[in-house]
Every structure is written in C-alpha cells, then in structure tokens.
C-alpha cells in the first residue's frame, strides 16, 4: 500500500460524496412529481409514452398489482430478449455474420439482462451481432436498472404513507427512472467515454498487421454507449470477454476513474434520495454511511492483500515489491483496482477491470463476501436500497428486543408480519447459493469444468452461484460454465436472487404503507444514529458470517494459510 494510492481512494469517494447530495435531491425532485430543468423537455415525451401505451399515470396500484406488473414486464423482456438472440442470423446490423446463439446460452443471457445480473457465458466480441448488442442487452441495460430503481420507490412510500393502500404506478416510476435518470445522464457520460477513446461505431472491426507481420482483425462495435449504462445502471455486461480491463471499454486511468464514479453515483445518491422523500434525510445518511464503512473496509483489505503479493512466489526468489500483479492492468494500478473489485461486488454490477481468479485468497473471499452479504453496499441501483431497508427492518426488530418495545422504523411499527417476510428474503440468498454450489461440488458434469483443483476450484463453484443469486455478474473467469447445466442452473439462481427475493419486500412494502405513522416517543429507538448504523453493521456482518463463513472457510480462507505456507494445490 501507498500513500499515493490511498489518496487516489479518498479523492474518489469524496467526489462521490460530493455528487450524492445533488444527484439525490434531484432524483427526489423527479419521482415525486415535481418540476426538474429537464421537465420542459421530457414531460410531453413522458405524456406521449402514456397515451401510446395506454397508462393513466394517476392511476396507482396496490403492492400486488405492481409486482405483477413488474413481473409481467420482466417476463415479456426475457421473451423478446430470448427470440432477438435465437433469430440474430436474420436480423439487421450483423456484420460480423454472426449465428443464432443456442438455446441454452440463449436462455441464460436473456435472464441474466432482465435480472440485471449481466453474467456473461460468452465472448461478446465473437458471440453477438451489434443488433443484438443494442436493441437487445444494452435496452435491457436501461430498464433491468429502471426496475429496480421503481421497486425501491414503491418501499419508500410504503414508509411516506399513514393508511394508505397503493405504492405508486409501476409504469410511471419506470418511465420516469428511464427517462430522467439514467438517459441523461448516460448520454453524458457515454460522450465523455468517446473523448477518453472508447470506440463507438456500427463497424465490425478493423484489420491490422502485427510486429511479427500476421494478419489480425480488431473487434469493433458500438462500446462507449453500452458501457455508459452498463456503469451506470449497476448492470457490468461488457461488450468484450474480458469485460473493463479491455482497452477498448476502459483504456485510461481516468476512464477507470469515471467507470468506478459512474457505478456509485445513482445507487448512492437514491440512499439519500430516500431519506429526502420519507421526511429524514438523517436517515438517508445514517443508511449511506453503514453502506460506506462496510465498502471502504473492503477496498482497504484487498488492497493490502494484493500488494502483500503472493508468499509462493516470495519463496521461489521473486520480486514481491509490486504485490501480486497476476491479472491485472498495470495502467490501473494497485489501488484502483483494488477500489474496482469492491465496488462492482459491493454494487450489483458484476464489470471487472482485472480478473478475479488471480487475486490473493483473501483479495478474492472479499468480493465474495460482499455479494454474499445481499449487494447493500450499496447494491445495485435500487435493489440494494430495499435490501439495506430489509436489514434495517431485522436491526431495529433486535433493537426492540433489547430495549422491550416493539420496534419501529421511521414511524412504522415492525411486527410478525414484515419479519417474516424479511426473514423470507435473506434465505432467498444463502438457499440458492448454498444448495447449487453442493450439488455442483459432487456432480462430475460441473467438476469436469473446473480450471483449479482444491479449495480454489471450490471458490470457482461458490462464487459463480453467489454471484448470479445476488445478480452480479462478476466471476472467476477459470470455470467454464458455457454448458446446459451452468446455462440452467445459474439461470435459475439469477431469477430467485431477483424475483424470488424482491416479492417477500414487495408484501413488507403493503403491510407497511397500511400502518398509520406513529410519532417517535421517549422508548423509540432513533434509527439515524452512530450507534444504530454500528447496529446494522453487525447484524449485517453476523447474517452473512453465519450463513457462508463455513464454505468460505474451506475455500479462500484454507487456501490463504497453504499460500501463507508456500505451497499450492
């Protein structure tokens, strides 16, 4: 570790900090329907999209009518996802020449786009034609984001409403999280990926001749406006197999720097955003900073693991002073990169800008670990808000225990009902992640595809599960999971992680916009407080220690103290 490096790390969470404020206030501004500088030019086409579609916008639903839209609309996006992938031969925009993507690849991406998971069982740069690249993920890329930024918004007015018995109009809160959020601001920053060099042209590729004189054809495509909104939408599908550490996607320290900032300003600010609109921005930030402290101890344990460097080669006689440098881009650096795995794991977003399989043990449990936690930290746009807010519904159920009260949260009384539902959520996790990593560690079929023998293959298996359940997208890119069992099974991780968990939150979001508001009294246990963000921390911390501590302890953790011996598997 570095003093300059460090100072790379707090610059880059301090302009985050910086932007939360604003970017939150004006996302407020937005979902609840008042007027933004954007207002004049997007209103009549948010009007148009209305008339067209049919939707009265004042019209709200229950939490069963809106989940059922959300469903519903996931549903006919996988659909027209799958059919663009399996007819891709016969659609436009194909100059590559590329096929039809089999059914079972097919299968896996279109999920993986609609849960906003982005796991990628493909090269794309030899897989998928630019039609299927735009009009198929990178649309996918908008609203799988949009979505979760509309669930978010139905739990924050489950805690705005006394009695109430709607959360809002899914359509609306879609339309508008498109529109006004994640659109414009794309736009920009996909224009600033264009000037740091980012390709962005409809051409297949461009010929080359190598040193050695060989012929070599460069892939080409529409780059800059796919990974705007795969930072920004906390989606991570990159348009090439090696995801952000390609130069084409990120080929600069400072497109690092802005891929990194893009990843955490919208789901950060939404925390704040949050805080706004139930009435206690103290909230906001008591929530944001349990987020922050969870990450930054992240970032801080890979980047003194990976400059540690690796004690098997210490012992071969190797030069350790630049840490273990196995995987990465020296471009980057050390502490950037460091700051780059975390935040894509403590996001949903899954873009990597070096590979996971080579980082240290530990550098690699620490992403792991902080998909396995529930992606709050601060998860994926929209999605990790709601499941912060589910654990600070167990946090103050604990709190309420203690102090023998029933417990409330923002003026809404936690009772059986919301901590059932709750408890139903954070199994989701731990089930899926759990069960197909077992089965797969005793099927020949899965262990045959493995890159690594020992502990290290048994990470391979866990974290590809843990990271299509919590739909990240990130892997340990030595597991070959391009077959029907992957294809299907890592499928159906990715629609439990999303839909399975998100439904329980959906009927806690109902119960709650039903309770009327009580006033804090001199037994309520303040929610916005030191010592309750120190509370949700470690409730967050014991959830996730407890559930995954031993499968970690007989991968990353076993094979950190073998490297710590100077042997290997």
């Known amino acids: ?14 302009l985050v900090l ?19 500088f954007l207002t004049p030019v997007l ?34 996006g996988f659909a027209s996802l799958y059919a663009i992938l399996r007819l891709q031969a016969y659609l436009p925009l194909n100059p590559q020449g590329f096929g039809n993507v089999a059914p079972d690849l097919a299968f896996n991406t279109a999920i993986s786009f609609v849960t906003n998971t982005n796991w990628q069982n493909y090269a794309g740069e030899s897989t998928m034609s630019h039609f299927s690249q735009m009009a198929g993920l990178t649309v996918h890329n908008f609203v799988s984001a949009a979505t979760g930024i509309a669930l978010a918004l139905a739990l924050t007015r489950a805690f705005m409403r006394s ?33 740091m060099g980012i390709p962005q042209t409809l051409q297949a590729g461009v010929d080359a001749t190598t040193l050695e004189g060989a012929k070599q054809t460069i892939a080409m495509g529409p780059m800059a406006s796919q990974e705007a909104i795969k930072q920004l939408g906390t989606n991570g599908g990159g348009f090439f ?7 084409f996607e990120n080929p600069t320290a400072l497109a690092n720097f802005l891929s990194i900032f893009s990843m955490l300003s919208i789901s950060a600010a939404l925390v704040y955003a949050f805080g706004q609109m139930v009435g206690s921005r103290r909230q906001g930030w008591a929530l944001l900073s349990a987020m922050g402290v969870l990450l930054i101890a992240g970032v801080a344990v890979v980047y003194w693991s990976e400059t540690a460097g690796n004690p098997i080669l210490t012992h071969l006689g190797l030069d350790g002073a630049l840490g273990n440098m196995e995987g990465k881009e020296i471009r980057f650096g050390q502490a950037m990169t460091a700051v780059f795995v975390a935040v894509t794991t403590g996001l949903s977003c ?30 994926g746009v929209g999605s990790g808000l709601y499941g912060m807010i589910v654990f600070a519904i167990l946090s103050v159920f604990i709190a309420g225990l203690m102090v023998g009260r029933t417990p409330e949260l923002l003026g809404k009384k936690i009772e059986s009902r919301e901590m059932k539902f709750a408890v139903l959520a954070i199994l989701i996790l731990p089930t899926a992640i759990l069960g197909f990593t077992a089965i797969s560690a005793m099927a020949p079929f899965a262990l045959s595809q493995l890159g690594n023998a020992g502990p290290h293959g048994l990470s391979e298996l866990l974290y590809a599960y843990t990271s299509t359940t919590a739909n990240n997208g990130s892997a340990f890119g030595s597991l070959s999971a391009n077959t029907p069992w992957f294809n299907a099974t890592l499928g159906i991780a990715m629609l439990l992680g999303r839909f399975a968990y998100v439904v329980p939150v959906m009927a806690i979001a109902g119960s709650l916009a039903a309770k009327t508001r009580v006033p804090a009294s001199a037994g309520t246990f303040p929610t916005h407080t030191p010592l309750f963000v120190g509370l949700l921390v470690g409730v967050i ?16 953790i076993v094979e950190h103290f073998v490297m710590l011996a100077g042997k290997t598997f």
């Open 163 to 195: 009695g109430g018995t709607t959360l809002g109009n899914f359509w609306v809160d879609l339309t508008r999280s498109t529109l006004y959020v994640l659109l414009p601001i794309a736009i920009v920053v996909a224009l600033a990926f264009v000037a």
């Open 1 to 14: 570790m570095s003093l300059n490096g460090w100072l790379q790390i707090i610059l880059l969470f301090a």
């Open 541 to 556: 911390l014991i959830v996730g220690g407890l559930q995954f501590f031993p499968a970690l302890a007989l991968g990353p």
């Open 18 to 36: 910086v932007a939360v404020k604003p970017l939150g206030a004006y996302m407020a501004r937005v979902f609840t329907g008042e007027r933004t």
């Open 350 to 379: 899954g873009a990597v800008n070096a590979m996971h399989s080579s980082l240290t043990p530990l550098g690699g449990l620490i992403p792991m670990f902080l998909m396995q936690l529930g992606e709050v930290l601060p998860g």
């Open 43 to 76: 209103a009549p086409v948010e009007k148009g999209f209305y008339k067209l579609s049919g939707i009265d916008p004042a019209r709200e639903q229950g939490w069963l009518a809106y989940t059922l839209a959300m469903l519903f609309f996931s549903a006919a």
């Open 241 to 247: 197999n090696v995801n952000s550490a390609h130069p």
